[in-house]
C-alpha cells in the first residue's frame, strides 16, 4: 500500500478559471435580465460576453495561469 497521497488536481481553482466563469457569470446575468426586458441585442451581447469569458480562460490557462501552469500556486490547505 502506498504511503504517498494522491496528487491534487486543483478542481478549477486558478485564476484562469476563477477569472472565466466570473466573466460568464456576468454574461449570463445580462442575458437573463435582457431576456426579462425584452432586450433582443443585450440578449445577444450577453451570449458574446460568455464566448469572451471562454477565450479568456483558454488564453490565461495557455498563459501558465491554468491549474497545472508554471504561474499558478497552489494553496495547502492543512487538514
Do not use: Q
Amino acid at each position: 500500500m502506498s504511503t504517498t497521497e494522491p496528487a491534487e488536481l486543483g478542481e478549477g481553482h486558478s485564476p484562469a478559471a476563477w477569472t472565466s466563469v466570473i466573466i460568464m457569470l456576468v454574461g449570463f446575468t445580462i442575458g437573463t435580465l435582457c431576456f426579462w426586458f425584452d432586450i433582443v441585442w443585450g440578449v445577444w451581447a450577453s451570449a458574446a460576453i460568455v464566448v469572451i469569458g471562454l477565450i479568456v480562460g483558454w488564453v490565461m490557462g495557455r498563459a501558465g495561469y491554468g491549474v497545472n501552469g508554471p504561474k499558478y500556486v497552489s494553496k495547502h490547505h492543512n487538514e
